[in-house]
Every structure is written in structure tokens, then in C-alpha cells.
């Protein structure tokens, strides 16, 4: 299961009817069996006896797409609608498990926060938070990168959230890397001198120079750590041509955890500063003050702000 996480309310491998909150999606794996058996006509009946050839293999299950009816492997919605379209399965089951698999049309999306966002809100009729509405998103990439709400100007040298005195937070998170680097709390410690690039640093040579982990920045697993300065991370390396955060890990060599914007490396993956880091406010988000049709959205729009006096 994807996109949850594991307690008493959500398990990590469960039936379908267990599961009692939404959740992005899920594995599927089919599994074959192989067995050869000898059969014979003896004394008026047959009788069949197994071979010592049994042969299991575990394969991911073939599916279809929902959206587009590609075929898709290894995800639980796509098998239910193959089943479905092949008349095996009746159209209630198969919307059964898509209301709890609301990723269901993109089975692609590992994450897929918008689906999840919808599912909750629909359900418990507040407003939902993820867990970046304290950071503003500077840079993204893959099934991170969000050009609506990122703000590429604050990931420069002028940025007040990247103040030069030092004191600052910058988080990456990133889909597709191991558990220890999906999430990443670099705390600068030092000052920035003259000439540092926090851009070029974390997104194209992650570099020694005013760099060093535990005299001029920290590494944390989670901002809580951060914030009480416990469970540091201990081990960094620099100077390879690779981005942020090279090698480094909590407590030795982690490697292939880098991006880069020229070499390749993690491909899902977003940059973001922390909003306390300044005093100031960040960019409003946009007032609807007009809508038609689809986008008609009176409990949220405020035409009184389309007038003269706005």
C-alpha cells in the first residue's frame, strides 16, 4: 500500500475490506504454480500421482489501465478492472475496490496526493494539510515538480527564506529513493560566503568548500530531529560532479540517493525552504473572484474584490 502509513487503522498488507481509510494504491501479485502429475488406468479406475517437480514462482499481476486500458503490471485497481472487463468480476466489486484505491486512474503515481487530498476531504469534510504546507516549494522534478506552487526565485541568492547569515532550513523529498532518503532536513549552521550557490550546491556539484557536515551544516531524518537537534547524521561526502546529498546517510555510505540536473540520478524528487526561515510572509495563494461554469465556485469566490475598491 502506498501513500499511508502503517498503525492500527491502516495496515500495510491487509484484505481490501480491512482497509478502513483511502489509500493511492496497491500492489498485485499473481502467483503460478507448476506441477506435473502421472495418471494411470489401473484395475477398472485412474489414479493420479504427483510428480517431486513442483515448481511456485511469484510474478506481478497483469492489469489494465483504467484511464487509457494499456496494459499495467503490479498494481492491485488495474488487475480488478482486467477482471472486470473480462466479464469476472461484477461492476459493484470492481467499484468497490476504486473507492479505496482512489488512485485508481493513475496507477503510475505512486503518490498521487491529489487523489489522496480528494478521498479525505470527501470524507471528513475538512480541508486537508500535507505534510509541506510549513515549506514552500523551490524546485521539483518528476511526480515532485509543481509549476503552479514553486517558487524557483527563493531557491536563489537573493532569497530571504536562504538568509546569508547562516540559520536556515532546506528539506528534499524525494518519491523514489530508499527509506533513510525520502525525506532530508539540511540545517545550515554558518554563514554563506561570498560567491555560494545554494542552487548550485544541492542541484549540481554538491561540493566540500564552506561544506562541512557538522561544522557548517547538519543532516536530519525529519524536522522534529531538527528542531531538537538530536539523531544527526553522521557521515558525508563531496566533489564527484553529483548534487546534493552525494553519499552522505545517517550513520555511513548511502549511495545512489543523489540528484543532479546533469548527470541523471533520482528522478522524483522536490527542494523546499522553510517558511519560518524569515519573518516576512510568503506568496498568497490566488482568490477566485469569478467563475463560470466548471470553475463557478460561490462559497469560494469574492466578486467584491473584481471592483473598483479592491
Known amino acids: 500500500v502506498e501513500n499511508t502509513v502503517e498503525s492500527n487503522e491502516v495496515p500495510m498488507c491487509a484484505c481490501m475490506e480491512d482497509m478502513k481509510i483511502k489509500v493511492s494504491r496497491a500492489d498485485c501479485t499473481q502467483i503460478d504454480v507448476r506441477l506435473t502429475f502421472n495418471i494411470k488406468y489401473e484395475r477398472g479406475s485412474l489414479r493420479a500421482s504427483p510428480g517431486n517437480d513442483l515448481h511456485v514462482e511469484f510474478k506481478s499481476c497483469q492489469g489494465t489501465n483504467p484511464s487509457n486500458e494499456n496494459d499495467q503490471l503490479n498494481d492491485l485497481a488495474s488487475h480488478m478492472f482486467k477482471l472486470y472487463k473480462e466479464g469476472k468480476i461484477s461492476e459493484e466489486a470492481k467499484d468497490a475496490v476504486f473507492d479505496t484505491l482512489v488512485g485508481y486512474a493513475e496507477p503510475g503515481n505512486y503518490a498521487n496526493e491529489e487523489a489522496c487530498t480528494r478521498a479525505y476531504e470527501d470524507a471528513i469534510g475538512d480541508q486537508y494539510f500535507t505534510p509541506t504546507d510549513e515549506w514552500l516549494q523551490v524546485y521539483g522534478k518528476g511526480s515532485q515538480e509543481d509549476s503552479a506552487n514553486t517558487y524557483l526565485e527563493f531557491f536563489g541568492p537573493d532569497s530571504p527564506y536562504l538568509p546569508r547569515e547562516g540559520n536556515f532550513y532546506i528539506r528534499r523529498l524525494c518519491v523514489d529513493c530508499g527509506d533513510s532518503h525520502k ?48 539523531n544527526q547524521w553522521t557521515f558525508c561526502n563531496y566533489d564527484d560532479n553529483s548534487g546534493f546529498p552525494r553519499d552522505c ?30 519573518d516576512t510572509e510568503p506568496p498568497l495563494p490566488w482568490l477566485q473572484v469569478y467563475g463560470k461554469g466548471s470553475q463557478e465556485d460561490p462559497a469560494n469566490t469574492y466578486f467584491e474584490f473584481f471592483g473598483p475598491d479592491s
Not at 546517510?249 to 548527470?263: A, E
Not at 528522478?267 to 526561515?277: C, D, L, T
Open 249 to 278: 546517510g545517517p550513520d555511513g555510505f548511502v549511495g545512489g540517493q543523489w540528484n543532479s540536473l546533469t548527470r541523471g540520478g533520482r528522478k522524483n524528487y522536490g527542494f523546499y525552504v522553510y517558511r519560518a526561515n524569515v
Open 183 to 230: 525525506d532530508i532536513i539540511y540545517k545550515r549552521l554558518t554563514p554563506l560566503p561570498d560567491g555560494f550557490s545554494i542552487f548550485d550546491y544541492f542541484l549540481g556539484e554538491w561540493a566540500s568548500q564552506d561544506n562541512e557536515l557538522n561544522e557548517d551544516f547538519e543532516l536530519y531524518s525529519n524536522m522534529l530531529d531538527a528542531l531538537a537537534e538530536r
